[in-house]
Structure formats: structure tokens, C-alpha cells
């Protein structure tokens, strides 16, 4: 009974990296925007929010300095693609590249430091329930605060007057042009905001995951992060229902071996970008049903007066 207690404790914690960047890269597509660069991103803010937690002793500070950085560098993104109308995809790859050499080069300084002893959080009272407590109320708050990022957003989306704003720019670029509305900046701003909260996620992982620094530690969340969203049909609880499927998969590999089922390690570590692999296929088996969900704009550049 312990065992499955943690094993459902270490699907939340693995599906809390790849909800916060998910729901990141979301806001991006809602506004019709793609960002690829999601890995490289992930990785400058985990350096970053490392470094800061090794000169600070501040968790939060950690936190603060890893959404500064992938906001930074979706800044930068942003204004490629939606100001000087660079390719999207083109120029996410580029920023994974440049964010998996770049956080490697300002690592190697930290690959031997230790952070300081982390506090252990507990639900007073909750946390002491059989089962329930070890699985769901002993948490760092930052898997809290991802289920709660996933009903703000769907407030957002859905109940907000620049939600909706959002959400026009990503079907119909043009008609929230001739409406008045500043395209280029409202990309833009959910460029940033979606950065921010993948540099969250990879501070996330360098500070509370797994709390140490190693040259590309993200390991493919930031891609199955962006699968996520269109696993997820681009709808924020979907997303974080996945992000919780793909981090029980992710799990389960320590947890068989752990209970010594013979099966081979490179398979066991396959498993969670296999299983993205089927979801991925199995998604696109129907191209209407994601046409219909699909954020009209996707991908495609906006000429203000074209």
C-alpha cells in the first residue's frame, strides 16, 4: 500500500515539470503562436535558477531567476518571429539549440555544488491520513500551485474579456486587427508569459526535483510539453490530466524496477516518449477533431496591414 502511495506522490511531483510547461506552451498556441524552443528554455532556467538557490539559500528566489530567464529568452523569440517574421519553427529549434549549449557552458561551475537542505512541506492534518496523506498532501506547493495555474487559465480562457481577446488573436489574427486590437503586442505578451512559466518548470526541476545540476537534466520534458498541448486539444485541464499520465508513465519505470521486474533499463526509460509516440498517433488517426480544437492561426506569421 506504501509503495503505491509513492508511486502516485512521484506521478504528481514528474507531472508538475511537465503541467507548468505545458500550460506555458498553451498560452502561446492560444495566441497562434509555436514555440519549439520550449527544451532550451527549460534548461537556461534550470542553471539559472540553480545558480540562484547556490548563492542565495532562497528556493523562491530560485523560482523568480528561472521564469526571468525563460521569459528573457522568449522575449527574444517573440520578437524574431512575430516582428521580423522569421520561421517559427526554424527559429524554436535554433533556441533549443542555443539553450541546450548555452546552459551547459554556464554550468560547469555548478555540476559538483549542493544546495542547501530543502524544507519538508506537509498538509497539517491531512498529511497524517493513511495512504492519502503520503500520496497527495506532502507535496512542495509548486505542484499545488500547478493544478491552481490550470483552473486560472481556464477562468482565463473562458471567462475573461482579454481571454477571449486571446483567444480571437489566435484564430483570427486579421479580424482582431481590423477590431483594434494590438496583434503583435498581445502575441507577444503571451510569448513572454508562456516562457516565464517554462522557465518555472525547469527551476522547478533543478531545485525541488531532482535538486542538483547536470548538463541537459531537462531529458525531453520541454518536447513531451509541447506534444502535451496537442494531446490535450489545447484545453488546460486536459493538459494537466496528461502532464499526470506522462509523469505516472515516467514513474513507473523506477517503480518496476524498483519491485525487480526483469526488464530491461533502456526499455523502462523508453517508455514515456514511446507512450507519446502512440498518443501522438493515435490523436492523429482523427484530423478533424483536432482541426476543430485546433487555435485557427497556428503557426502562421501576421502582417499588420496585408
Known amino acids: 500500500m506504501d509503495s503505491m502511495a509513492l508511486l502516485l506522490a512521484a506521478t504528481l511531483s514528474a507531472g508538475t515539470v511537465l503541467a507548468i510547461a505545458a500550460l506555458g506552451l498553451l498560452i502561446n498556441e492560444k495566441a497562434g503562436v509555436v514555440n519549439l524552443g520550449a527544451e532550451g528554455m527549460m534548461l537556461c532556467a534550470a542553471i539559472a535558477g540553480f545558480a540562484t538557490v547556490v548563492h542565495t539559500g532562497n528556493t523562491w528566489l530560485g523560482f523568480a531567476a528561472g521564469m526571468a530567464a525563460g521569459a528573457l529568452l522568449a522575449a527574444l523569440f517573440g520578437l524574431l518571429v512575430i516582428w521580423l517574421n522569421t520561421n517559427q519553427y526554424a527559429t524554436g529549434l535554433a533556441l533549443s539549440l542555443f539553450g541546450t549549449g548555452f546552459s551547459a557552458f554556464l554550468g560547469i561551475r555548478y555540476v559538483q555544488e549542493k544546495l542547501p537542505e530543502q524544507t519538508q512541506y506537509a498538509v497539517p492534518f491531512l498529511s497524517d491520513m493513511p495512504f492519502l496523506g503520503i500520496a497527495l498532501f506532502r507535496h512542495h506547493p509548486m505542484v499545488y500551485i500547478a493544478a491552481g495555474l490550470a483552473v486560472g487559465l481556464i477562468w482565463f480562457l473562458g471567462s475573461t474579456r482579454a481571454g477571449l481577446v486571446l ?19 498581445i502575441r507577444l505578451a503571451a510569448v513572454v508569459a508562456g516562457g516565464a512559466l517554462c522557465g518555472l518548470a525547469g527551476a522547478y526541476v533543478s531545485v525541488i526535483y531532482t535538486p542538483l545540476w547536470v548538463e541537459g537534466m531537462i531529458a525531453g520534458k520541454g518536447w513531451i510539453a509541447l506534444a502535451l498541448t496537442t494531446f490535450a486539444t489545447w484545453r488546460p485541464a486536459r493538459v494537466l490530466l496528461g502532464a499526470y499520465l506522462f509523469g505516472g508513465v515516467t514513474m513507473l519505470q523506477f517503480h518496476l524496477q524498483s ?33 476543430v480544437n485546433m487555435p485557427g492561426s497556428l503557426g502562421k506569421p501576421f502582417y499588420p496591414g496585408s
Open 167 to 185: 483567444r480571437s488573436v489566435g484564430e483570427s489574427p486579421e479580424s482582431a486587427h481590423a477590431l483594434g486590437y494590438p496583434v503583435r503586442r
Open 259 to 291: 519491485q525487480g521486474v526483469n526488464v530491461p533499463p533502456q526499455f523502462l526509460t523508453m517508455l514515456p516518449y514511446l507512450a507519446t509516440i502512440v498518443v501522438l498517433v493515435l490523436i492523429s488517426r482523427n484530423p478533424v477533431w483536432i482541426r
